[in-house]
């Protein structure tokens, strides 16, 4: 209890709340209401239902159409395939044992693991809130079900065109067990990184610093495709791409929006921050290619938004407009580079960009978290360097890094593990022909 | 009978199909092609990795003809398909040793 | 006014509580507030305006790309016009007289049929509410209409690639006015299945039994289509199948979720229960897919996560989250061996599966409702078998032979009308070039 | 502040009202809550939050598709980057100087301009409301945000296939800063057409003529495509077409209902009436179609049902059930008059009929207005001619030519300062090989 | 050796590759095109502008057989396609001077 | 002067042209075909009915070149495209009586 409230008082984001029984000071709303019986609030209700709903159009059809239209044609099924298949298999990992893990109380292990006592939803009454909100449990269990899905789904960008989709499969139920469930205890469950005064409003470590740490250690395992560097690997149809971009930043409203966890001012003003972040960055990828290439690419103002979603995702509850601004100009330019320039140089084959935009987009805006965060969005005591609270930035790398490190070598570890039993990668003959005929059996026509 | 094979301008399909039909000759088959030689395909670039596209779109348009008419087809799409700009294309002639019209079973110059 | 009571008491659920004037018992925390004069509720009306919209979005362009992809190239856009024209022509239909039939007061006849007080939604005021539902009248028609669309757009796949466009429309036309609204009636509005006890929360008879069976029904009298069982007729583009189930599936969020009247803990558990029923039987299909045929197929995984949507509709609103996995698991399973197996015994040409989804689902799921109902959920009374409650299962059947009875007759008779005065195929001319080009003058390039 | 107040009770449409910081009548219902210190309301928020998910996916994907699908495939990459660059960019500009101009207090020169002193954002706090709604200033200003993108973004429709995308985005900046801002201030932010009593629920002047005339002038300045009317330039793929025309109709709703500020009754029958008057529209250009050209077209549905809501754009607020039919059945064959017959009858080559669907669609949805405005949907005052008050269709014919006045020389001179300083047209190369290729790199494969 | 090449209604094709292999014709390529002949084709109509669509779908065969094999392979394939209604297509004999297959370097008979 | 047609396998096609390039041979056209040959297809599956898809993708690639350089292109092509596994393709090598480049109205070698 006593790391619960502590966690509280100095994370004092709802998000970084949601796991709290009780509150006193830090959410003056939701503590007047929590004086009485706290009693459901059908506005709240409304907002988080509909969050959720858009969420999970983030990742089906989002991401399904975001990766779908980047692959070549042979393969543009087996990649939907993957995005739809996460949705599936993860949601009854999450009923299972997930959401256990992650929201449940670990007793003395809290502080890394919330145990199993919630493993399928045990113990969830029908109008029992998930307070402080003031929203039921299970509807904060369906909404952080969305959140479970679209991560390890991220990951399947780095691997495309030549992971075999039974290992996928296996890969993605173990990885939402193993890093994300534990990772997400750590920010928001009660965990010692939500005590220790992490800000992260929506998941850009838990989400994206996460799921971009394992996409690129899985592009290192799996190695590069084959071709890749000389033959034309170009973009099939980036119609789909485009909008596959637009489903992931119309649901990133519920994203950022929801983790507010009610219909209130945060929750409005972590949208308004999202869209100008996001337009920003858009614009800042679009003009660095269109000076340093020539051209303003279609990709790449898809990308740049992306990138300023995930930038903003830690921020959206801490930061002003302006802020989100100048962290989606800078979130731009560096996603731009990482993903073009240092991966080229590097030579590593992470597909479809989830490092060079989840990961560094993820890091880039938890370090700017820590910067541009003002009192008057987050509440007292949530201010970053611009308002004279340096130790706000190191809290963000200890956190971040934790998270690399975590997530780096366990990854690393479930890869070998279902490599060992089963493979990873598709023989050479199905990568040459293509993953739609070989593995599923249809094509496109 | 001879085949003409020529590789033309996509553009320039609607001119040279009616320079035909003003000869009176009454078919001709048309597929999409690529093309590729002197003239240089444009440079496509995602996230930074550029991909040549050396193959340009061109249409193929297959004419089979009587060989009195030959010359006059040929010089007819010649006419319809140029622009002066690289690119614009190549005729083949070959011959047909036999036709035949499926329809009526009408054979060589007759199923033309 | 009698009847009405005892509907509402026995049914209890808010679905089959809409049509009701006041109430005593059942539903405690509307009961409290229809004690004063009811007040709108905001948060039911940004819950119910969502789930209006999301449900207009599993019609088009949901179904329209869920057929749509199906299809052969040359039939696409004359399939996506089904699904766009039945939203456009039914929103009229149901305005005129579809509603009146379905909601309105049928007086002697009640029983039956909401007679003809209610057509061009006579009576309704701007802030009058739909009693005993804290939401306006107005909200509530244009809710239910997203209801009338779908349910006849269905059937259009089942006759997909033959079936003449103007007929079409007139059948869809008929077949809301005399099959869909009378039983809509009866189990909503006050009917007599509502008011024997029938559970059905969101519309498993109503909606699936009822476009299965008629779908089945249409499959015969049309006949099959030319070259079945040679010709390749291999779905052109499953990105659009694909792209097509997601909307239906995060829609039937709006469906299940908003078929609790507002946003209350019963849309939350609804909704939870229903992407838990989607995803297993989703999975179940895949997997039993897999070990039959040895590839998982794209369309097999989204046929089998809109056949879990279908199993769940009647029941989203009284199991729990562990009813709600093994109704997946099963319904998955028995839509995967109806839709493969049965169809090519059996022999008839039901293009899209409309029967072995919708109405089989549609039937399991009705059934197992009975058999999973849990008071905790449902309220008292609204229990199962598995709670002692054996009686229900045999109200479910009855209520879903009487469905199933009603729409076979009436739906033959209707098609041998349309038949009779304007034909019902495409000549064979259309059929071989394609109905894109024939009846519309339009092709995809 | 008196222009303010006159403007209120003149108005008394909650979009009218928007501006507004306080009132006394014409709303009784907002009027009650402002007698205390008005609190924020739940419901409202989330409907509003809601609102602004689904009006932004009206642009990407919606808008994007619409369009993308009715090019040609050698330009749908350039055509879908138009839309979603006009997303990004407009975001930025928007919060830059448009919201202030629009709904700032323009001082002396109020009637016409909202003045500099809300650029970036300036003076909101972050629970300030926007009174007399009962949401947040953010949630408003992003709400508006996502009219402020699509309106600029649909004149591209007109210029589609030979405007340099550069130009366009200059274009589109200088416009939303001089046409848009300004127009919204004159009808919604305080302005004099406000005052003067004009009735515009959502934006039939300030949105749909606005951007239908600019689209009209745009094609005249930059002139006919390459080929026209001798080439074919049947759209390439209109499955994306009618995708694009369901986001459209499905975020209308947050358009139309979101207008009303909150999840009120009045939101509740301005989605009623959209549905209605979409669908009568869509059916009216599809009859009208078929009788005269023989064939029901795809295009020609999805068209007819965007001029419906185009039409009831203005009156959502203000018309009852009966009257959006009727409207609809009238704009539906006026808008397929005008974008088939008249504009092949003048020449202009307006490439995928902005002025003939925007441009007629919102004139006749304006005059309609005043014809069809009842009171007992808009409150005390706001009557149409039928009620008896021919004045109003005076100040609608009014309103809308002093906008189309303004707009038409606006727009003229901003494109004609664009054309001095970089032109405004591809070369005629791009032109040839498509402009997917040659301004942005990237070809669909 | 001759190369045949056919051009047919796309709904023939497999009726023409089972007739071929029946004959015993193991390979054959396939091509996607567009015919213009004395079959007219439909118009497309979008918002009122009508657009003749003057090039309809057909098929494209191409079978390299020995000179023995062509006069069976020609009527085999006459007789699939058949349906008597305008449009059914021609079928073009003409000479294959060498021949090659990839896989192994024969060549000429051995290598149809 | 000869045509050289050659069906190859498609991933093929960029060492096919660079081979052909090599040999300073500036140009060619290229089309998607689908094969059907030795090489046995594959099987689709859609809610248990399975369709048999007998034709694979290929690529034609067409060149026209001198006489004087008919064998080394023919076997520029056969190396670049083998992989000595079924389905590698064919070459077929015909005469082309008469060429013209539309451009400048060149003719014959010259026009190559
Ligand atoms: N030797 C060749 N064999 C077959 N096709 C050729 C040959 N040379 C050129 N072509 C075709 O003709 C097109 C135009 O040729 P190119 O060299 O680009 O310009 P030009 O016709 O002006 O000389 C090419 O894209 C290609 O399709
Ligand atoms: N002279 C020709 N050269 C090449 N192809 C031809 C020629 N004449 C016809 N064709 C092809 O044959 C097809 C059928 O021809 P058409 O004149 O329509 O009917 P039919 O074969 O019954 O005479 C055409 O669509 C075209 O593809
Ligand atoms: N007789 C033929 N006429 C035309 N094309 C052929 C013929 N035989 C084979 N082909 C083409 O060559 C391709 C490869 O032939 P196949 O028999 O599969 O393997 P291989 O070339 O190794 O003998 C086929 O897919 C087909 O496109």
């Not at chain 1, 709240?44 to 959720?52: N, Q």
């Not at chain 1, 994300?180 to 990184?193: D, E, R, S, T």
């Not at chain 1, 070998?416 to 050479?428: H, N, S, T, Y």
């Amino acid at each position: 209890m006593k790391t619960c409230i502590r966690s509280i008082t100095s994370v004092a984001a709802l998000a970084a709340a949601w796991a709290m029984v009780s509150m006193t000071t830090a959410l003056p709303a939701l503590a007047q209401a929590a004086a009485a019986a706290p009693k459901m609030d059908s506005g709240d209700m409304a907002w988080m239902l509909t969050s959720t709903v858009i969420v999970l159009m983030m990742t089906i059809p989002g991401l399904a159409l975001f990766y779908g239209g980047m692959v070549r044609k042979k393969n543009v099924l087996a990649t939907v395939m993957q995005s739809f298949a996460a949705a599936c298999l993860l949601s009854i990992v999450w009923m299972v044992v997930g959401y256990s893990i992650a929201f449940g109380d670990g007793g003395a292990l809290n502080a890394y693991f919330g145990g199993f006592g919630k493993m399928f939803f045990a113990g969830m009454t029908k109008d029992g809130l998930f307070a402080p909100l003031l929203i039921t449990e299970s509807l904060f269990a369906v909404f952080q079900m969305t959140f479970a899905i679209i991560t390890p789904a991220l990951i399947a960008g780095a691997v495309a065109d030549r992971m075999k989709f039974s290992s996928f499969l296996v890969f993605i139920t173990l990885w939402l067990i193993i890093v994300y469930a534990p990772i997400a205890h750590w920010v928001w469950g009660g965990g010692f990184l939500g005590a220790d005064g992490i800000m992260d409003f929506a998941g850009g470590t838990v989400v994206h610093i996460n799921s971009g740490v394992a996409g690129l250690v899985a592009a290192l395992v799996l190695g590069r495709r084959k071709g890749y560097g000389t033959e034309n690997m170009a973009p099939h149809n980036l119609v789909y791409t485009v909008m596959g971009a637009a489903f992931l930043w119309v649901g990133w409203f519920g994203f950022n929006g929801g983790s507010a966890g009610g219909a209130n001012d945060s929750a409005a003003m972590a949208i308004l921050v999202t869209q100008i972040c996001a337009a920003a960055a858009a614009l800042a990828w679009m003009f660095a290619e269109w000076m340093t290439h020539g051209k303003p690419s279609v990709l790449g103002i898809a990308s740049g938004a992306i990138a300023g979603l995930v930038v903003i995702t830690p921020a959206a509850g801490f930061v002003d407009p302006k802020g989100a601004l100048i962290m989606g100009l800078i979130g731009g330019i560096v996603c731009f580079i990482a993903s073009t320039g240092i991966k080229r140089a590097l030579g590593y084959d992470d597909s479809l960009d989830v490092f060079g935009i989840h990961g560094v987009g993820g890091f880039v805006g938890a370090i700017l978290t820590g910067v541009f965060a003002v009192s008057w969005i987050g509440g007292e005591g949530k201010s970053g360097l611009l308002e004279g609270n340096a130790a706000q930035v190191w809290i963000q790398l200890y956190g971040t890094f934790a998270t690399i490190a975590y997530c780096a070598v366990a990854t690393f570890v479930i890869l070998m593990v279902v490599k060992l039993f089963m493979g990873l990668r598709v023989d050479e003959q199905t990568e040459v022909e293509g993953l739609d005929a070989r593995l599923h059996g249809e094509t496109v026509h | 009978m001879k085949l003409i094979t020529a590789i033309i301008k996509p553009f320039k399909l609607e001119e040279v199909r009616s320079a035909l039909t003003d000869l009176g000759l009454q078919g001709m088959t048309v597929s999409e092609v690529k093309g590729y030689g002197r003239q240089k395909g444009h440079t496509e670039i995602y996230r930074g990795a550029e991909y040549a596209v050396n193959f340009l779109p061109k249409i193929k348009i297959e004419v089979a003809v009587t060989s009195a008419e030959v010359d006059k087809a040929v010089s007819a799409i010649a006419t319809a398909a140029k622009t002066g700009q690289i690119g614009d294309g190549k005729i083949f002639v070959s011959a047909i040793e036999h036709t035949l019209r499926i329809r009526t079973g009408e054979t060589d110059d007759n199923a033309l």
